[in-house]
């Protein structure tokens, strides 16, 4: 069942290149890509009946746009007119061919549906023959983003937003709440991480700091989901504990035996001040 009511093409070249992509698509065949379904010559070559081959499924596409605006009756007459045009000529293509489909902007219909099947048993026809409306052509397209990126790009659903993400209330004697020492904090784990991951660059290992895992051990020491959410009264303790982290770093260690400091004190850090590092 189709979604959008996708209207008929009204350019013929377009047409035609439309159902090459959809088949490609619809055969899993790198659509833009890979070139199995190809249009068969140019206008103004002889095309024995076909605007559209695949010689790896042997299958070969007529594509016909018909004026919508005229009677059913007249473009029904038309069609099937065209049909025997069409399987007339092809009975002259060089190759094997396995199916036949008569693919046109003019909506399914029964009798022209009734007609093919009729033709194919009068005529004894060494291939399958197949009457492609807009409605089945349609219902194929809507399936393929790319089909209707191109061909219908107003008909492609515009993305959903996001929801807004709701604030988590954090409870009382959270580290999050007091921003100065939640920034120290987080300022201590950061030189941790990237004078530990100097040292690995200076080892040429290409080993990486795993910061995954360093906030899930903090995590687990302070019984914490999340670092806003270590109790304030585990600043004191967590502040040393980074402190200590840092100063076993190689990096750490050369600075303290030249006498240098590794990081600012709490104290200095709400003011802005930093220790500077050679």
């Known amino acids: 069942m189709s979604i959008y009511q996708l209207p008929p093409l009204k350019n013929e070249k377009h047409f035609e290149e439309f159902v090459c992509d959809l ?3 619809i055969n899993n065949t790198n659509s833009f890509q890979n070139t199995e379904y190809q249009n068969f010559g140019v206008k103004g070559q002889k095309q024995k009946g076909i605007d559209i081959f695949s010689a790896q499924s042997k299958t070969v596409i007529q ?66 023959f197949e009457y492609w409306g807009w409605d089945t052509l349609s219902k194929y397209a809507e399936q393929y983003e790319s089909i209707l990126k191109k061909y219908f790009p107003k008909f492609i659903p515009k ?20 921003l100065n020492k939640k920034n120290y904090i987080s300022y201590l784990s950061r030189r941790y991480g990237d004078w530990k991951q100097l040292q690995f660059d200076r080892e040429g290992k290409g080993e990486k700091f795993n910061w995954p895992s360093h906030n899930k051990s903090l995590m687990n020491r302070y019984h914490a989901t999340g670092i806003n959410f270590i109790h304030i ?46």
Request: some cysteine; hydrophobic content about 40%.
């Open 63 to 128: 594509c016909k746009l018909k004026e919508l605006r005229k009677n059913d009756e007249v473009i029904r007459k038309n069609i099937i007119e065209d049909i025997r045009n069409d399987l007339s000529l092809a009975a002259d293509l060089q190759f094997t061919v396995d199916k036949f489909i008569f693919a046109s902007t003019f909506r399914d219909d029964a009798v022209l549906q009734e007609f093919a099947m009729q033709i194919t048993q009068e005529n004894s026809l060494a291939f399958a």
């Open 159 to 178: 993305p959903l937003k996001a929801p807004k993400k709701v604030a988590v209330e954090l409870p009382d004697g959270a580290l999050g709440k007091d």
């Open 233 to 278: 009264n585990h600043f004191d303790d967590l502040a040393s504990y980074l402190s200590d982290k840092i100063d076993k770093t190689a990096f750490g260690r050369n600075q303290k035996a030249k006498g240098r400091r590794n990081y600012s004190t709490y104290e200095e850090h709400a003011q802005g001040i930093e220790v500077s590092v050679d």
């Open 23 to 25: 088949f490609n698509e």
